[in-house]
């Protein structure tokens, strides 16, 4: 597995070691112990998510002030346009963001750490997103950072107005958000 910082060096891509021929492929994509030898990060996974999605459709900028995830994340079927939101107030890259394309095609995924926001829209005619997280779901302490904030200005590749859920029209600017400390 071949592990690339962004430019926000805690937030990690990671392309597997596919094996493949002409029955398919193969490839491990998550083993404990090679994720903390290349990352550094010993991580408890505690629950794994699926979501499947339409083209346009976009989910975030989701994080938890209490209880906050590690994610790990993946797309399965179709292509995402995933971004990251640093909101560690201490931070030199406080409210900046990263963003990345994860597809079935390309296999890669991103390491999400806690302390930051996570979103994504997609950007082919559905897609299914797999994700494990290090911490619960928990509702009480869910926030979200409006997707459309002029002071993060986002690069959302749209070709029109997105999708996005009641929640997460009513997102939070960040200038107002809860943050890490």
């Known amino acids: 597995m071949k592990v690339t910082p962004t430019a926000i060096p805690e937030v990690l891509v990671l392309d597997p070691q596919v094996y ?5 492929f193969f490839f ?3 083993n404990a112990r090679r994720f903390e030898e290349i990352t550094g990060q010993r991580v408890n996974f505690v629950q794994d998510n699926h979501s499947k999605s339409a083209r346009g459709v976009l989910r975030g900028l989701h994080y ?7 994610k790990l994340v993946r797309v399965t079927a179709g292509t995402v346009f995933d971004v ?13 963001w990263v963003g990345v394309e994860l597809s079935a095609e390309n296999r890669r995924q991103i390491w999400v750490p806690p302390g930051f926001a996570h979103g ?5 005619d559905s897609a299914e997103c797999q994700y ?3 911490d619960y779901w928990a509702p009480e302490y869910e926030r979200s950072i409006l997707w459309s904030d002029p002071a993060l200005a986002i690069d959302w590749p749209l070709t029109g107005e997105p999708i996005v859920s009641a929640k997460d029209s009513r997102g939070t600017l960040l200038a107002d958000a809860e943050v890490f400390s």
């Not at 493949?20 to 398919?24: A, E, N, P, V």
């Not at 994504?120 to 082919?124: A, G, M, N």
């Open 20 to 24: 493949g021929d002409q029955r398919g």
């Open 28 to 30: 491990e994509s998550f």
């Open 64 to 70: 938890q002030i209490s209880q906050p995830q590690g």
């Open 84 to 96: 990251v939101l640093d909101l560690r107030a201490a931070s030199p890259f406080f409210g900046r």
């Open 120 to 124: 994504f829209v997609v950007t082919s």
């Open 132 to 134: 494990k997280s290090t």
